[in-house]
């Protein structure tokens, strides 16, 4: 494969600076559209916010032809050709949304090359005649976005994306790129096996997203906790909560909207219609609090995002990091929280127990949550072991997690464990019965509760020993204990039940080392204002009042043109202009994200506002 020509990397900077705005590629944005522009096929794992979309755009514009981009998202294809249309770029798309008029539209002008970029779902290219449009027309490359899609292991697999090995085979000569911000080296291999990417190169970007504040809390009252977090530190703030169930994420929005908050639900179990108004409201208002299952928000391009919200155990860390990098794209300082408790461990283990597929998935699964579970109850930076489990090894500690703001101390849990795997062993072995945590729990604190007598468990020799800790330490021991493997769920009830390791520590060939929480407020202690009121934070007065104005302007521009804000300017760009004052659209054109069809379309009008202080 021939190198780049100088020509090609001055036209990719040159559409960069023209029509994005930007001066310089960030990262490894530069090598990766120079060997697309070549003709080379490539993998690009680079973290959400990382300008994913730059490293196919951009060659779109320079090579020849039209860029066929195939995305899962039809509720956003909308929203992105808007994006492109507002810097100038020619986009389209076709999917089921459209009526026969927008369609023929669309493909009549891919066919003359009138395009720039197509953007197509999935199951497209699974019919015959999309695949015999592309023949009639021109193909600079394809793009195939959220690319870990085809992972039978992942946590978003699309069964379309088995099929997408039919681009190479049928226009061998047209260079792919493949893209995604969640993979694993061995989903890596995965997908470029699937997808007959063996011979691209591979571009892997750092993970790491220093804006993001990762915290995991001890969940006690989980909605109250939120409610804090909203209040304290978000503000009207724009943020997603997730939560495992389509009841809990109803009563949650409920909850909030009671409380105040200006909420929002997301499921499947909602009408298609509903569905669709929640997430443009969501995409186009400032300030709205959307409440979901995880069918919502791959692909969401809203750049301020200002925290994701976890009330239910994330499934893996690749489900994670996918779902808390929907926060801070514009880079500015965001929080992802998480509110972690026993009932999540027990609640996922059971659910892996009675899941579908056989012994091999049912073991993914568990390896999955283990990587999980370690992450929750980790005495080190977050960040670093976070960024471990994506191959990232010796990242130094981040100063910006909860571990590295409060760090966690460990103490010898094994003489609890014991206790606590006794009463198990009791209950099972001499009186054939098997309980839930909870009444576990109550049989070593020595309560007299209905079911403890009506079981006769008060005879039990480890009934009333564990008067040293308190209820909620016991639950973080029996929590531990089923993170480690030390404890078993089994059945419908959640019951407990030994493990082979349980052995080891019952006869005292292995101590327990276990984690206690730092004492902190329902939020933190640490907890200050990171998102709106971050935004700003270090504006002068003056530049602060430009701010708002140019916001005010941008709402009012977004909604009579029906866009998002974000597609008219981002945070990050005004913030700069409220800081430059530039007085020209000449000095204006040097801010960063000022293309020039934007200068064209709002310079004057950007001016208008700056010379106006009312």
């Known amino acids: 494969m021939s190198s780049p020509t100088d020509l090609d990397t001055a036209d990719a900077l040159g559409v960069l600076r023209r029509v994005f705005g930007y001066d310089a590629f960030r990262g490894c944005q530069q090598e990766v559209v120079e060997h697309v522009v070549a003709g080379g096929d490539a993998l690009v794992l680079m973290p959400t916010g990382g300008g994913k979309s730059l490293c196919y755009q951009i060659p779109a514009l320079v090579r020849d032809g039209v860029a066929v981009v195939v995305s899962p998202l039809i509720a956003l294809m909308q929203d992105q050709v808007d994006?492109?249309?507002?810097?100038?770029?020619?986009?389209?798309?076709?999917?089921?949304?459209?009526?026969?008029?927008?369609?023929?539209?669309?493909?009549?002008?891919?066919?003359?090359?009138?395009?720039?970029?197509?953007?197509?779902?999935?199951?497209?290219?699974?019919?015959?005649?999309?695949?015999?449009?592309?023949?009639?027309?021109?193909?600079?490359?394809?793009?195939?976005?959220?690319?870990?899609?085809?992972?039978?292991?992942?946590?978003?697999?699309?069964?379309?994306?088995?099929?997408?090995?039919?681009?190479?085979?049928?226009?061998?000569?047209?260079?792919?790129?493949?893209?995604?911000?969640?993979?694993?080296?061995?989903?890596?291999?995965?997908?470029?096996?699937?997808?007959?990417?063996?011979?691209?190169?591979?571009?892997?970007?750092?993970?790491?997203?220093?804006?993001?504040?990762?915290?995991?809390?001890?969940?006690?009252?989980?909605?109250?906790?939120?409610?804090?977090?909203?209040?304290?530190?978000?503000?009207?703030?724009?943020?997603?909560?997730?939560?495992?169930?389509?009841?809990?994420?109803?009563?949650?929005?409920?909850?909030?909207?009671?409380?105040?908050?200006?909420?929002?639900?997301?499921?499947?179990?909602?009408?298609?219609?509903?569905?669709?108004?929640?997430?443009?409201?969501?995409?186009?208002?400032?300030?709205?609090?959307?409440?979901?299952?995880?069918?919502?928000?791959?692909?969401?391009?809203?750049?301020?995002?200002?925290?994701?919200?976890?009330?239910?155990?994330?499934?893996?860390?690749?489900?994670?990091?996918?779902?808390?990098g929907r926060a801070g794209r514009d880079g500015l300082p965001s929080t992802a929280w998480l509110a972690y408790g026993l009932q999540d461990v027990v609640q996922q283990r059971k659910m892996i127990e009675t899941s579908e597929g056989d012994l091999a998935h049912r073991r993914n699964l568990a390896t999955h949550l283990d990587a999980m579970l370690a992450l929750c109850e980790t005495i080190r930076c977050r960040r670093a072991q976070l960024l471990e489990y994506f191959g990232e090894t010796g990242t130094a500690t981040c100063g910006n997690c909860d571990t590295c703001l409060e760090p966690p101390e460990t103490w010898d849990g094994t003489v609890p464990a014991q206790k606590l795997l006794s009463t198990v062993y009791r209950l099972d072995r001499e009186r054939n019965q098997r309980f839930g945590a909870g009444h576990c729990v109550d049989i070593l604190l020595g309560k007299q509760t209905d079911k403890i007598s009506q079981y006769g468990h008060d005879s039990l020799s480890t009934f009333g020993i564990g008067g040293d800790l308190r209820e909620p330490e016991w639950r973080a021991v029996v929590r531990q204990l089923l993170a480690e493997g030390l404890l078993a769920v089994e059945g419908d009830y959640g019951t407990l039940a030994l493990t082979d390791a349980s052995a080891e520590v019952l006869g005292r060939r292995r101590t327990v080392t276990l984690r206690r929480e730092p004492e902190r407020s329902v939020s933190s202690r640490s907890a200050k204002p990171r998102g709106a009121a971050t935004v700003v934070a270090d504006l002068t007065p003056q530049a602060t009042g430009v701010f708002e104005r140019l916001r005010a302007w941008r709402a009012a521009t977004a909604k009579q043109q029906g866009v998002p804000a974000y597609v008219i300017f981002h945070d990050a760009t005004l913030r700069q202009i409220a800081t430059d004052a530039p007085g020209s659209l000449a000095e204006l054109s040097r801010v960063s994200g000022v293309g020039e069809n934007k200068l064209a379309k709002y310079g004057e009008q950007i001016l208008a506002v700056l010379a106006d202080p009312t």
């Open 83 to 324: 994006a492109l249309t507002a810097v100038g770029v020619r986009a389209g798309f076709l999917n089921s949304t459209q009526d026969l008029d927008a369609r023929r539209q669309v493909e009549r002008a891919f066919v003359a090359g009138e395009l720039d970029l197509l953007y197509l779902a999935p199951e497209a290219l699974g019919t015959r005649a999309v695949p015999q449009l592309l023949d009639r027309g021109r193909i600079s490359l394809f793009a195939i976005d959220e690319a870990h899609c085809v992972s039978q292991w992942g946590h978003d697999f699309r069964p379309d994306y088995l099929a997408l090995s039919m681009l190479h085979e049928r226009w061998p000569a047209v260079p792919r790129i493949a893209l995604t911000a969640t993979a694993t080296s061995a989903t890596r291999a995965e997908i470029a096996t699937r997808l007959q990417l063996t011979g691209a190169r591979h571009f892997v970007a750092s993970f790491d997203r220093p804006n993001i504040q990762y915290r995991i809390v001890p969940k006690r009252e989980p909605r109250r906790q939120l409610l804090a977090l909203l209040r304290d530190e978000h503000p009207g703030d724009a943020g997603i909560v997730y939560c495992l169930s389509r009841a809990s994420v109803d009563k949650t929005a409920e909850f909030l909207v009671a409380n105040g908050i200006a909420a929002l639900p997301y499921h499947a179990g909602l009408d298609a219609a509903t569905r669709a108004a929640n997430q443009q409201r969501f995409l186009r208002e400032d300030g709205l609090v959307m409440v979901a299952t995880i069918a919502f928000g791959m692909g969401i391009d809203k750049p301020d995002v200002r925290f994701v919200a976890h009330l239910d155990l994330p499934k893996s860390v690749e489900g994670y990091y996918q779902e808390t």
